[in-house]
């Protein structure tokens, strides 16, 4: 069964700094991967996709991932942090043959101090 | 830009009472899911619908619940004889094609607080 893991339930970055945002997956097969971030009473917006072209996945609002097999993670970056990208952020596997459900991991939620 | 709405925002019912949330997918769209957010907890699956009949449900979905396409554009979710312990944040999702590597698009969600 696939599963996801974040690594850090709250990560706090200056305005400016480097974002990281962690995921690792487990599955049996090569896995579409997802980031989604959910702003305050909000629902959850798509951020980046993974479907097995380019390792390197470029989002929205300046957001990436790498897909790193050997490593079985998919970590979130961005290289300068603003107020407005405080939010919950969360990583997703859905199986190739699943029929398309999401298994979401717990997500993280990121800070960011003026 | 389409969206997914879902109504209402906020459902407050009696334990016991039954509740429907509602939900219009974007409207070419195949894929209909229903998910839920306890309070401090993961985003879970719950069920996943095409084709007007439902593909696959998580072990929470029992038989308290069951899901509708009444018409061409709403889909439903019904909660029978509500329990405190299905408090929780609802969304409604759909996706175009082929599910597994569509991604799909939320709504707002509907709080559900049962009391």
């Known amino acids: 069964a696939q599963s996801v893991t974040q690594l850090g339930s709250h990560v706090s970055v200056s305005e400016g700094a480097l974002v990281l945002l962690r995921c690792n997956y487990s599955?049996?097969?090569?896995?579409?991967l997802f980031w989604y971030v959910q702003y305050p009473n909000q629902g959850l917006q798509l951020l980046l996709k993974?479907?097995?072209?380019?390792?390197l996945v470029k989002g929205i609002n300046g957001f990436e991932a790498e897909f790193k097999k050997s490593e079985t993670s998919f970590h979130l970056t961005k290289p300068s942090a603003h107020m407005r990208d405080a939010a919950e952020y969360f990583c997703a596997v859905s199986d190739r043959g699943q029929g398309g459900k999401l298994i979401f991991g717990q997500g993280t939620e990121l800070s960011v101090k003026p | 830009e389409p969206e997914v709405t879902q109504t209402p925002s906020h459902q407050v019912t009696q334990m016991g009472q039954e509740v429907i949330l509602r939900c219009v997918p974007i409207s070419n769209h195949l894929y209909f899911y229903w998910y839920r957010q306890i309070l401090g907890q993961k985003v879970e699956f719950l069920v996943s619908?095409?084709?007007?009949?439902?593909?696959?449900k998580s072990e929470i979905f029992d038989d308290q619940f069951s899901v509708e396409r009444p018409d061409g554009s709403n889909f439903t979710l019904k909660i029978r004889s509500t329990k405190l312990e299905d408090s929780a944040m609802y969304f409604c999702?759909?996706?175009?094609?082929?599910?597994?590597?569509?991604?799909?698009?939320f709504g707002d969600g509907t709080r559900l607080s049962i009391l």
């Open positions: 999702a759909s996706s175009e094609g082929q599910a597994s590597n569509q991604p799909q698009h």
């Open positions: 619908f095409y084709n007007n009949e439902i593909s696959e």
């Open positions: 599955s049996s097969v090569p896995p579409y």
């Open positions: 993974y479907t097995s072209a380019a390792t």
